[in-house]
């Protein structure tokens, strides 16, 4: 797609608080008039690495979604705006997934990874999945669902491009990197690249025959970077799971892996009334399985009464610098018992501020 | 408080509307020159009892927090303009109570009592109670509360004026009348008028003594009710409950009766640790228990699913009939277990349609 001209007033205001965020870098002044001439001359202009480092924090800083925003000052920055070969770019979201999920030293570290930007008349680089790792889905003949029907579509589109998963409920998806110069490919991902944490549960045996699992780290790969005007297209990013994504949504939804029905079944709830609340017991012990299972593999994961009282804490400390926190609170407040949350009891203030991330229509 | 002059246009909308709705009281025309000729002479204009009843069902189709309104239709509407006198209110508060709530036919019935309609430069009567049936909090020396938080200072204000509760856990607050014929009044309601129900679990024996209930009624009594530009600021109105209103917050909240530690120590939850996620045990039990011992005493109560089911027909109810459903996800959306509810899975269009509840500035 072509790209307009960056926008010169969002260009010198980033500047500006990049400036004021870090005094070390010195007065704005010459940096801004380097900026304003190379718009003038080209259209766009480039960041320097403190200028990407700094911005990309400043958009995880301003994710009114996200929970986690605490540790937006730990983001591990990955520049690779000279990559552009579909071979290149797979190998370093390989290097990403390694570094962000360190089986071996059993760390989780919050990563991104910076392709080249979009540019005036410039074509760029793209990656389809919406996550890095994800799970196949495979509808059968009586219209049910193996795997995560979720990605049905997208793995139909993967098996016409040749690609074969192994028919399994926890199949990891190929990654689909799209270049200018290299067209659509599909690569596999290296096991040792992707870190996945068989489930059980701390007091129902039958839990672990069960075999589920999850991956440790979630990193979202269709997601446009915005930092002072110039765009990011591609620029996955990751930090650690709050639980109840795993457990209150991915295998909980009823469009997705649905399995309350079954552990309230194995449970020996009564499924028969609402009144029993079997929805609910079931699903709180599914999320205790996930923690318990992250925990005894070492890969941390939040839980929502630990993180929400850490937003808390980061809207406190945000405040106390004269900063307005964004934040959306149908995506703050968890989904499982959000009311005894201390998120749930408060307001926030629905802006759009940038540097941010943004999520475009015509992302796969 | 002065009041201006009914606003010719959302009188003249209403009355269209009302006679759209029911063909059966004819052409809206010389109903539409009766009341603008009626305004221009008095400032305001008088509803016909279809009217009433019809605005007061349209404010509660409108209420865009209410879960409930499948059953705006159903709206018991009792009209008591010409009340105006203290003791009469208060009867008639007494009569809703009876009304709604009937015990021995163990019947809840969706009721509204409207009283005298604010006018120009006419003063008018309120209740400062929040609803109805609310109960006492007491502080005690060491800084914490017997009963409900909430109400320590109108509790206090109460104590001021004279009255007495039993220093229990659950003391029905009395109910003030404030009228500009007789100034601020407090009644204490008669026993039959409030239906409780105490509280135990259908597999915990010990909840039983812990000697919890609530009361059957939830009837809001301090929201202002607009109608067709006519302000009725005493309005008391009633369903019956959500059982999360009572298990997610009233039972649970950190600043209401903060049970869930209690319940989990007694259940012998590992209260050590998040990730035991006792808070989330214990919630989830006290709702069964709120559910089981309304069901037990005959009492209306709907559990969050089939509620959150039945308000997902009355979207596509609404929207057959060509209406927008104006909803706050944020208030729709249970406190307990939200992401497994179809309500959470959706948007809504926020948006402010008359007639409406509205709570004041000075409500107290
Ligand atoms: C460090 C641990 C982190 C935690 C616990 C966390 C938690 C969350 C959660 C629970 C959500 C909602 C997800 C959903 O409901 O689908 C979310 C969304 C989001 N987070 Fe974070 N996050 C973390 C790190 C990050 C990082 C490192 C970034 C970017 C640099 C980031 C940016 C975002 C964005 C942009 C969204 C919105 C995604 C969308 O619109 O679909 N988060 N986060
Ligand atoms: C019939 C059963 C009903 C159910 C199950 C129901 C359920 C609810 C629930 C769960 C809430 C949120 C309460 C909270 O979180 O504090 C609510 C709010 C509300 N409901 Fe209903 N409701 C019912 C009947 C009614 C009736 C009869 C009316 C009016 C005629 C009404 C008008 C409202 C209004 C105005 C609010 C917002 C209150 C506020 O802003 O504090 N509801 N309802």
Chains 1, 2 share one sequence.
Request: glycine content about 8%; aromatic content about 10%; proline content about 7%.
């Amino acid at each position: 797609q072509p790209e307009a001209t960056v926008d010169s007033a969002e260009a010198a205001e980033f500047i500006r608080r990049v400036h004021t965020d870090q005094p070390g870098l010195g007065p704005a002044e010459p940096r801004l008039a380097e900026v304003a001439a190379e718009i003038a001359a080209t259209g766009t202009y480039t960041h320097t690495p403190a200028e990407l480092t700094h911005g990309a924090r400043l958009a995880w800083r301003n994710a009114s979604r996200c929970i986690g925003r605490l540790y937006w000052k730990s983001l591990v920055v990955r520049d690779r705006r000279h990559v552009t070969g579909a071979d290149e770019i797979f190998s370093e979201v390989v290097d990403h997934l390694r570094t962000a999920g360190d089986r071996d030293r059993k760390v989780i570290r919050p990563v991104i990874t910076i392709f080249a930007p979009a540019g005036p008349r410039k074509p760029y680089a793209r990656i389809w999945n919406e996550q890095l790792v994800r799970y196949a889905g495979y509808r059968r003949p009586d219209g049910s669902v193996l795997g995560d029907p979720r990605y049905v579509d997208f793995t139909t589109a993967m098996a016409e491009r040749g690609w074969q998963g192994k028919r399994e409920a926890f199949d990891v998806l190929p990654v689909v990197v799209q270049t200018p110069g290299d067209g659509v490919r599909v690569f596999d991902l290296p096991d040792d690249a992707v870190w996945e944490v068989p489930l059980a549960h701390p007091d129902l045996p039958w839990f672990g025959d069960l075999n589920l699992r999850w991956h440790a780290v979630p990193a979202i790969s269709n997601m446009r970077l915005s930092i002072g005007g110039v765009n990011y297209p591609l620029a996955p990013f990751n930090g650690w799971y709050l639980g109840t994504e795993i457990g209150g949504r991915n295998l909980a939804d009823a469009d997705r892996y649905n399995l309350l029905p079954l552990i309230a079944k194995l449970m020996g709830l009564d499924t028969g009334t609402e009144r029993s609340l079997w929805r609910d017991r079931a699903l709180i012990e599914l999320n205790r399985a996930v923690l318990w299972s992250f925990d005894r593999a070492g890969a941390r994961i939040s839980d929502h009464h630990t993180e929400s009282r850490h937003f808390i804490t980061h809207c406190a400390k945000e405040e106390k610098a004269g900063r307005v926190v964004p934040a959306d609170w149908t995506w703050i407040v968890p989904p499982v018992s959000g009311g005894i949350t201390p998120v749930f009891h408060r307001y926030y203030a629905e802006i759009d501020q940038r540097p941010n991330f943004y999520l475009d229509e015509d992302a796969r």
